[in-house]
């Protein structure tokens, strides 16, 4: 090398060439503060003579740094940059080469000996362990191809070997050094890992899995770039081969014609999942006019990150994965072909033409959407799953059981009712959006299983009224939905859900579906029957009048998600599919479980049962405008963020075209049913088929005596029925009559095998049914009663049972005397045992005395009156008389009705504390010593008369009262332990003839009560 101190670049004139070859070895190989200029030639160029024109020039060095521009005086020649060593340097930065047409840079074993003088070829070249080649910035325009090989890689700036030119004014292209256009030019060829590739034709030989990851940067420009690794590969760089024109060019005298496009493929036979994975990561685009190939032996993953998505953009996309292919970004092109074992889609593909296929399932959830003329979707074994099973990042694909009535007995429908206490669901992390959708002129989907998931769903919380409408968000109630505008094509083995989504053809076309099963239902929807008590009153000369009292039982919705809806402006056809042999197809069946499915054109049935089911949760609505609501739930015609819907409103069936089975030789049997789900019969329904169902089992001893299934038989000691036969109680005649259910029992019996031989058994051998029956009357409405009563009662947030309770209480405590008639007679009973031969207690059998009881004869027990927040309760005054041999005798004419109103406030205070329910049992709240104080005194007047009662003999009455004395109080973390005594008057008798000594004591009974300080704060003074 000759360096001149004067000149502004410095000369090497290498080797002389042996077959084209020149090698050349150096300590140490800098270019930084001059150009080099290469001299490859034998002509005297200022006054330096070459050593002759090579084909390659080989520079070898365990140190080779490149900071300047590399220049080949004569013949272009290709350069080979090679560090044997595993801590050589071999480093490009803001290098740049002319008149060079190809350079590799390989940290690399090459086939030739170490010690050689010449070479006749480089052959292969092995990547070595830890070898590294280092490139930060290449700017080469018309380099015909730039090659990387190495196990490790550092890359970043700017990569380019493209040209630039300007458009001539008459026809094609000047090339200029600035120039507006662009002119894709050469290749580049990273290849990384541990591998061995040929020099020659860049094929690889061999390649090592690993599972470190060769992570490429910067910025590249060329006509193609290629990236091979037996390494997981993650791009992390703005790649584009796009340009205005191609450049062709001499390569030893031969065409060179770059194939355009980004090629990326992982090396070597698969072995196991945490190798070969490709990753495209968020801050990566890689844009190509044509090709662009990703080809991976495991996954490959095209990712987001906040607000950032990775960006692939070609002519024609392939993408080939023997796992799975996961993609979050964006892709955009002419035409898309994806071929995985399973494909994920969070973010947006977008082409004229989508082809995917798996052999396991296809998602497009969390934001995915897929754009484009033509979509094909197939899955050989799986299923194709637009939207999700949960908003939950979660990915489930097993199959669902569809089309169940399972909500005639659990008053509720819909996937999630199966999916919410799934471990996988629970666990999972909440995903920030739901919203999927499909849009295309012609859909094409094939699958085992399809389905078309919406899971926004709202959960009724007892602050939230839904009873004059529940406020919907337009915008998410349409965030999934599979649409196209000429041809809609569902083919699934098992079967097509559509739940709270939108599946809809747009114009005149073709809506296809093939498959056992099409239910259009929603994701969630529950509800439940509940009393309701209401009294209303109106003013009339400044005196309250009772105007109206309703009392009953209403439906409210528990749980809701908007209806599914299914939409076609042409043609339906639906039928099983699978088979053209008539005699082995079952009938398909079509549900439309409250949600819309309306066809606006023909429609076409094979062997179908078609099932729509509405609900029907109430009457005497107010006048309510629907149809803005229905079409921007069914159409998506609306942009609102809130939208007021009724659920029994939310249901539709209509086939406005001809209906019609198959045209041709095959008659279609199409059975239509629309049922009507009425919840408010549903629970008479279960009650009556329970009391059924248990009636022999619960009532065998009383049947088995009825039919003297025990007695023996006249002609021995033989039981008949026991001993030699087989019988049973068969219930005929069943119907519900009022509020009992009614029927008869007869026994039905066959005589055993073992006795079929005797002369006498002929009679007996075939079943014989008693003509005698036992008559069965149960009593429905007394059961419905008492499960109403454990529900929540208005919007008081307690159960009618709870309230009741507290009422008993609250007359119990405010008027100090008894709740029923049981404890009046226990009272009367003991009375009597104590003082029956004294005066007093003569006169008391004499007396008459008075007791409260809660009125449970009617349905007037405890109120709400309307449009308060104040209770009524409703109670009877009895005035009676006692004898030890009839007991307790209501005076008929002595019975009072009373009423009392007062603030539910007030009320719920009396609730006891073991009924209060396990939110307020656990609710995590410290009280103060303040609090807790007065929550006690309050939780006392709750504590009802219990264990030993003491009654008295005493003139005078109002002494009866239990009285309830508070005495201490321990707190132990969130229990609170309270000691109080029950205080019980009782008559100490002066003896005989010495009444006057008669007189009162009070025996104390210590008593405690454990209770959290969650249930202690629900008796504070609000």
Known sequence: MRQNSSSNFDILV???????????VFSKFELSRKPLTIVNTDDTSGGIRGTGKADLIVIESNNISLKNQFTILGPSADILFITRSASGKLSCEQCSFDNVGRVTMAAATPSYAPNAKTINSVGDLTTVGGGKVSVKGLVSPGLQSL???????????????????????????????????????????????????????????????????????????????????????????????????????????????????????????????????????????????????????????????????????????TLIARNDVHQQGYIIADDVKISANQFINNGVVESASIDVQTEKSIYNSFGGKVLGKNVTLYSKSGAVIN???????????????????????????????????????????????????????????????????????????NSVN??????????????VAIEAERSLKLRASEYVLNSSAIIGLNSDGEFLVNSPVFSNERYEISFESYPYRIVEYSSDNNKKDMSNYKYGTETKILTYSPPGRVYSFGDFQFSRGGTNDVKEMENSKLFNKVSYLQIFKDSSFFNSDIKSISLAIGSNYTKYDFKGVTDCLKYQKCNLKDVMTRTDLENLLSLKGNVSGVKGQLNSEVE??????????????????????????????SLEDYFNINNKSPYGSI?????????????????????????????????????????????????????????????????????????????????????????????????????????????????????L???????????????????????????????????????????SFYSPSSGMTPDDEGISHKKVQLELGVLEKFINHNSLGEEIKNKNIALTKTQQITAINNLLRTITPEGSKQPIVADDEEKFSRIIVYESHEVNGSNVKVNFKRIYPRLILGGPGNYSRNKLEYKKVNESIVVTQGQLSHYLDK
Not at 15 to 24: D, E, L, M, Q, V
Not at 418 to 441: C, N, P, Q, Y
Not at 849 to 861: C, H, L, M, N, V
């Open 14 to 24: 290498p080797a002389k060439a042996k077959n084209g070859i020149s090698y050349n």
């Open 147 to 317: 090659e990387l090989i190495a196990e490790n890689m550092d890359t970043s700036g700017i990569i380019d070997t493209n040209l630039r030119a300007n458009n001539h004014s008459e026809s094609g292209m000047i090339i200029a050094e600035r120039g507006s256009e662009v002119v894709g030019a050469g290749g580049i060829n990273m290849f990384t890992g541990r591998l061995k590739v040929s020099y020659a034709d860049l094929a690889v030989r061999a390649a090592t899995l690993s599972t470190a990851w060769s992570t490429i940067k910067g910025k590249f420009r060329a006509a193609t770039i290629t990236i091979a690794s037996p390494n997981n590969i993650a791009i992390d760089a703005d790649m584009s081969t796009m340009s205005d024109a191609l450049s062709t060019s001499q390569h030893h005298g031969k065409l060179y014609a770059p194939e355009e496009g980004i090629f990326v493929q992982s090396l070597g036979k698969y072995k196991r999942s945490s190798q070969q994975n490709i990753h495209i990561n968020a801050n990566a685009r890689l844009a190509s006019d044509n090709h662009l190939s990703l080809k991976s032996s495991s996954t490959i993953r095209i990712l987001n990150q906040g607000n950032k998505q990775a960006k692939v953009i070609g002519g024609d996309i």
């Open 387 to 461: 939207g999700s099973r949960a908003d939950k990042t979660v990915y489930l694909d097993d199959a669902l059981t569809i089309g169940g009535e399972g909500y005639e007995v659990n008053k509720q429908f819909g996937i999630l009712q199966s999916l919410k206490e799934l471990s996988v669901i629970k666990t999972a992390i909440g995903a920030s959006t739901v919203s999927a959708s499909i849009f295309a002129d012609n859909i094409n989907i094939q699958a085992k299983r399809i389905e078309n998931i919406n899971p926004y769903h709202l959960v009724k919380t």
């Open 466 to 479: 839904w009873d004059a409408g529940i406020r919907v968000d337009g915008i998410k109630a349409n965030q």
């Open 672 to 701: 239509l049913t629309v049922a009507n789900i009425e919840p408010l019969f549903l629970d008479v329904k279960k009650i009556i088929n329970n009391i059924v169902s248990n009636y022999v089992e619960k009532n065998k001893v």
């Open 719 to 835: 039981g008949f029925f026991n001993d030699l036969t087989d019988y049973e109680f068969q219930l005929h005649d069943l119907s519900r009559i009022g509020d009992y259910v009614e029927g008869k029992v007869r026994l039905c019996y066959t005589l055993k095998k073992e006795y079929h031989s005797e002369a006498w058994a002929e009679a007996f051998k075939e079943k014989t049914c008693h003509q005698n029956h036992k008559k069965l009357k149960e009593n429905w409405k007394l059961i419905y009663d008492e499960l109403l009563a454990k529900r929540k009662f208005g919007s008081t947030g307690y159960t009618l049972s709870q309230l009741e309770e507290a009422a008993e209480r609250y007359l119990s405590f405010t008027f100090g005397t008894f709740k029923t008639v049981k404890e009046a007679e226990e009272y009367e009973r003991a009375r009597l045992n104590v003082g």
């Open 837 to 879: 031969s004294t005066p007093d207690g003569a006169y008391s059998f004499l007396r008459s005395y008075t007791w409260f009881i809660i009125d449970t004869s009617g349905d007037e027990t405890v109120n709400i009156i309307a449009k308060s927040n104040r209770i009524e309760i409703a109670y009877r005054v009895f005035f």
